[in-house]
């Protein structure tokens, strides 16, 4: 139980374009879910609470107009990149808090983004 | 100072070697512990979920809080090759809501043949 799904798993884009991340609960229902970005060799920087049915939280320093989060439903939520730019590149990975209330969280499988 | 801080090794043991994988932190509301486990280019899987102080042990993993010296520890026994992996600890403070979970830095491990 309690499995989250990342499509795609990797993507390659132009510099200027945008690109969509899909996080799904294949298992359970998720209200909450979190988008990371990780870069090699550190550890996960939280960017964004996602809310099913509500505007996201971004973390500071976080742009909420680049990275744009819908959670539309309770077992899916998406990140937008738009107008990537290389330093965009990274590691994105999302997490769904587990269901009834716990703590915890199931991450992902990550989905790296290269921005050419 | 940083909430939570791990040292990010790396740590090189040998096969069938006890593991002994360590956080402090420094906020005294943390309640809830977690481990995670992380492969090169993966998601991080979790490991061990703890409340408060205490031992928990599952298989060959035993997760420990000291709360009272704000300090949490993984120990792995009869470690493996695939073992080899980075181990972050993640903590937070109250239960559901939006509570976020804090990060360590991660230790990187290496289990040699």
């Known amino acids: 139980g309690a499995v989250v799904s990342q499509h795609p798993s990797w993507v390659i884009c132009k510099s200027g374009t945008s690109v969509k991340i899909e996080c799904r609960s294949l298992d359970f229902q998720a209200t909450t879910m979190f988008w990371y970005r990780q870069f090699p060799k550190q550890s996960l920087m939280l960017m964004a609470t996602?809310?099913?049915?509500?505007?996201?939280?971004?973390e500071q320093g976080v742009e909420k107009d680049k990275f744009l989060i819908n959670h539309a439903s309770l077992t899916l939520s998406t990140l937008t990149v738009t107008s990537a730019h290389p330093e965009d590149s990274s590691f994105y990975i999302c997490?769904?808090?587990?269901?009834?209330?716990?703590?915890?969280?199931?991450f992902g499988p990550g989905t790296r983004l290269t921005v050419l | 100072q940083k909430e939570v801080e791990q040292d990010p090794g790396p740590l090189s043991v040998p096969e069938g070697a006890i593991v002994s994988l360590n956080c402090t932190y420094s906020n005294s509301a943390f309640q809830y512990f977690m481990w995670y486990r992380q492969y090169s280019r993966k998601g991080p899987e979790l490991l061990m979920y703890?409340?408060?102080?205490g031992n928990k042990e599952d298989g060959r993993f035993t997760a420990q809080v000291d709360k009272s010296s704000k300090y949490i520890s993984l120990f792995i026994r009869d470690s493996q090759p695939s073992d080899s992996a980075t181990y972050l600890c993640a903590m937070s403070a109250s239960s559901g809501g939006y509570n976020k979970l804090i990060f360590g830095a991660g230790t990187r491990l290496a289990v040699h043949p």
């Open positions: 996602s809310n099913e049915g509500s505007k996201a939280t971004y």
């Open positions: 997490s769904a808090r587990a269901p009834a209330g716990g703590n915890e969280q199931f």
């Open positions: 703890t409340y408060s102080s």
